[in-house]
């Protein structure tokens, strides 16, 4: 049976351009048509009126939620988080792991090969390794006994169990072995992230030489800037060829430093991640990440010592953050939580509004509180 929904009279959003009063007529999970006063029949009607339309978000950088993670390595903990996300307006993601042993690491990587999402249920894009090929000296959250030097060999065999859906890698390029490692996987068409890493301006330049095009959660668990080193968040924030990561929960970045990336890298060059474990969507209290206890309140998410353990942020939240902190306009919220993440993952017909594209879209209040989440043209959310 055909499926159609006609969105009317609405705001659609995309990175370059807005456009009032418009419909947009969606089949069979694409978007088919768009422009004003359509006169097209449809099996379902939603008013958009005083509402934007924008891309589903795509969160690159995500470790749980709902009491999942992961790490977990079952099929019920993916689709548990698979089905909370879409209440945050994110229709895709990179399920990301954390360092761990190797035994842990495959276990996430063997259950992510088979899964698959169900229609309701934002969906998994591929992989993201966070660790375990990671400076000790910025280790962050990641526990430090099972950091190791980064290996081909060891990435090529994950990435066969995983059924090659590892789209993405964090790795310091400045340990042993690190600087070959970013130049064979950008080859392959990773993406290679730089973070959990002390490297200098000067291996900052080499990474990017070699193909690194990413920084992890900007700010946080990198060598800072210092006026005669500008280490890796002045190589992130100076470098063009850097995207950068950022966690917008005014925790892991104060709201002025969050403005700073936006004033030094434009909007195109932002990338808004949540970086959220297993406590998100739940309530406040004790949780597990990797072993480790992590106490979560209104503060975040700490390890008993006080570091940082990821975050409790949503995608609709960080949009909203970033609105406060920068004042950017609506077009540049969509670069940042979903444009940009589709080019640098080279996906084709996702994040933009546009005819022959999947229809994962988001509906809006003025407010930019999520009003319904459209996977494949179905609402699943709202």
């Not at 924008?54 to 709902?66: L, Q, R, S, V």
Request: with cysteine.
């Amino acid at each position: 049976m055909t499926q159609s929904l006609l969105i009317q009279n609405v705001t659609v959003v995309n990175n370059n351009e807005i456009k009032k009063n418009q419909d947009v007529y969606i089949k069979n999970g694409k978007i088919i048509e768009i422009g004003k006063q359509l006169s097209i029949s449809s099996n379902k009607k939603i008013d958009g009126s005083n509402k934007y339309l924008f891309p589903g978000f795509i969160d690159m950088h995500i470790h749980g939620c709902a009491g999942k993670d992961t790490m977990d390595a079952t099929p019920e903990a993916i689709h548990t988080m698979a089905k909370s996300l879409v209440k945050e307006g994110t229709t895709s993601y990179l399920a990301t792991t954390m360092t761990q042993s190797k035994d842990a690491i495959e276990a996430a990587l063997s259950n992510l090969a088979n899964f698959r999402s169900t229609e309701d249920e934002a969906e998994i894009l591929g992989i993201h390794i966070e660790g375990p090929f990671i400076s000790q000296k910025r280790a962050g959250a990641q526990p430090l006994q099972h950091i190791v030097p980064p290996t081909i060999e060891q990435f090529e065999y994950w990435q066969r169990l995983s059924g090659n859906r590892i789209k993405e890698i964090t790795v310091a390029p400045e340990v042993e072995g690190g600087f070959a490692f970013v130049e064979a996987l950008s080859k392959q068409g990773i993406v290679v992230s730089i973070g959990h890493s002390d490297a200098t301006f000067v291996d900052m330049q080499k990474a990017v030489s070699l193909g690194a095009k990413q920084g992890t959660h900007l700010y946080n668990q990198m060598r800072p800037f210092h006026h005669r080193e500008p280490g890796v968040v002045g190589g992130t924030l100076l470098l063009p060829e850097i995207k950068a990561e950022i966690i917008v929960d005014f925790v892991h970045a104060h709201t002025q430093a969050v403005n700073l990336a936006y004033k030094m890298k434009g909007a195109e060059n932002i990338i808004l991640i949540t970086d959220a474990m297993r406590a998100k969507g739940v309530p406040f209290g004790d949780y597990d990440l990797g072993g480790q206890l992590v106490h979560v309140s209104e503060k975040g998410a700490h390890l008993t010592n006080g570091a940082l353990a990821g975050s409790v942020l949503t995608m609709d939240a960080a949009v909203r953050n970033m609105k406060k902190a920068t004042n950017c306009t609506l077009q540049e919220l969509v670069a940042m939580s979903s444009s940009n993440a589709a080019k640098q993952l080279n996906l084709k017909g996702k994040g933009k509004i546009k005819e022959q594209y999947d229809a994962d879209l988001i509906l809006l209040d003025q407010d930019l509180a999520i009003q319904k989440t459209i996977k494949n043209g179905k609402v699943i959310f709202g």
